[in-house]
């Protein structure tokens, strides 16, 4: 079991800028989620995938979010035209279907934007 | 809609003592509940959930956590700390209510110092 990866683990970038992050799930796990975490905050939703379908989307999913699991494996999430206001760490979990609640996070990528 | 609050954000405990960390919920119907724990450039880790039955449940690194509906309450609690419990703990619930959000809602956190 090499646990959900998350790459990069870091990016700064400037505002205006677009950004992509990439996790690979446990592989076995049908289900991936995307968190974002503030300092001092618990993660919030943000989408989650069951196979390549995208089932749920939270409001905080700007239309400058975009997330997408093409072959129902790894995923990528991309953020648009950056705002200061994205800066946060970015969570990637993944679960299997039968056991949906207990969620096996990545250790994140912490976007800077400047 | 369904919450979740961790009244203290730093809860100071001496190793060998017991500890716990507070957690409230509100949902609308039956609560899931987790705790997870973040160490410092980790993941966040599943310790324990309580889905149904025993209102005490148990979970990873002798940890467990108490269900109190009247309460609506799941404390976090370990009869002896240790060193190496030091970390960010983090209550979640799902409201199981037909028709609620299907994802977990995470509480701010509380961060556990166990001192030597």
């Not at chain 1, 968190?35 to 400058?64: I, M, V």
């Not at chain 1, 039968?98 to 096996?104: N, R, V, Y």
């Not at chain 2, 961790?6 to 060998?16: K, M």
Request: proline share 4%.
């Amino acid at each position: 079991d090499t646990g959900v990866s998350q790459d990069p683990r870091h990016k700064i970038t400037k505002r205006g800028q677009n950004v992509t992050f990439r996790c690979d799930p446990i592989s076995e796990h049908n289900r991936l989620y995307w968190y974002r975490q503030t300092l001092g905050q618990g993660p919030e939703f943000l989408t989650y995938f069951q196979n390549e379908a995208q089932l749920e989307k939270s409001r905080l999913l700007s239309d400058r979010f975009s997330a997408e699991r093409p072959k129902g494996s790894f995923s990528t999430l991309e953020i648009q035209r950056t705002e200061q206001g994205d800066s946060a760490m970015y969570l990637c979990a993944s679960s299997l279907e039968t056991s949906s609640e207990k969620l096996f996070f990545g250790s994140g990528t912490q976007l800077s934007v400047l | 809609a369904q919450s979740v609050a961790q009244p203290e954000d730093q809860v100071n405990v001496a190793e060998g003592n017991p500890l716990t960390v507070k957690c409230t919920y509100s949902v609308s119907g039956n609560p899931y509940l987790f705790w997870y724990v973040q160490y410092p450039n980790r993941g966040l880790q599943f310790l324990l959930k309580y889905i149904t039955g025993d209102n005490l449940v148990k979970g990873s690194y002798g940890f467990e956590a108490e269900f109190n509906k009247s309460q609506t309450s799941f404390h976090l609690k370990k009869p002896s700390a240790l060193v190496s419990d030091s970390a960010l703990y983090f209550c979640a619930v799902r409201d199981t209510t037909l028709g609620s959000a299907r994802q977990l809602t995470f509480g701010s956190g509380t961060q556990l110092t166990v001192l030597p």
